[in-house]
């Protein structure tokens, strides 16, 4: 099993430019989480999805962030524009239905913006 | 507010020290505890607890949750330097977003040979 994959391991970018973060799930787990982790908040959920469908984006910090999940394999995170303080290791997770609190997480992205 | 504590925040020890993590939860309507080892990378889960009392145990790592009190221990015995690594613990809830968890800032444990 491959795990939870994600892309790019490491972003760095400028203040004002698009930044895009990818996901692949565990195949067959049914619920998709976005997190960020930062020394200062610690780790944070921002979304996550059910079948595909967002199920709670409260933690989403405003409207730059915005997240799809367009199939049970798949999900990206985007940020526009992208400001320093969104530096952070963005993690994916995924669970099974049943025991959807035991969550396999992604190694990561590692995200600078400058 | 719903929060989770944990403590300490760091701690040092030597091979073959045993330590005590601890969390503590503010939680409305609690469904489990679980507990997860970070290294340089993603946390890899090691407890999901439920019932009070009930410890368990995995090698030199064990834990135990007690619900009338609000706070769950993890033990680690005859630690290593490879025990190194921040621990997070998280609470469950029913209702609402069911799924969510809601993290600790962790403790970071260092073991030095």
């Known amino acids: ?114 | 507010e719903d929060k989770v504590v944990q403590s300490p925040l760091s701690l040092v020890v030597h091979e073959g020290d045993t330590v005590t993590l601890n969390c503590s939860y503010e939680v409305t309507n609690f469904r489990s505890l679980l507990w997860y080892k970070q290294e340089k990378k993603a946390p890899t889960f090691l407890f999901m607890l439920t019932s009070s009392g009930i410890e368990k145990k995995s090698g030199r790592l064990s834990s135990i949750l007690d619900k009338k009190e609000l706070f769950s221990i993890l033990n680690i015995t005859a630690t290593q330097t490879g025990d190194s690594a921040i621990y997070l613990c998280a609470v469950g809830y029913y209702g609402g977003s069911q799924g969510n968890l809601i993290f600790g800032k962790g403790t970071k444990l260092s073991v030095k040979p």
């Open chain 1, 1 to 114: 099993d491959a795990g939870v994959i994600q892309s790019p391991r490491h972003e760095v970018t400028e203040m004002g430019q698009e930044v895009t973060l990818r996901c692949k799930p565990i195949s067959g787990h049914d619920y998709l989480f976005w997190y960020r982790q930062t020394m200062m908040r610690g780790l944070e959920l921002l979304i996550y999805f059910n079948n595909n469908v967002p199920i709670d984006d409260s933690g989403m910090p405003e409207d730059r962030f915005s997240a799809k999940m367009p199939n049970a394999s798949f999900s990206t995170l985007k940020i526009q524009p992208s400001e320093p303080r969104d530096s952070a290791v963005y993690f994916c997770a995924s669970s099974i239905r049943g025991g959807r609190e035991t969550q396999y997480f992604g190694p990561g992205t590692r995200l600078l913006v400058l």
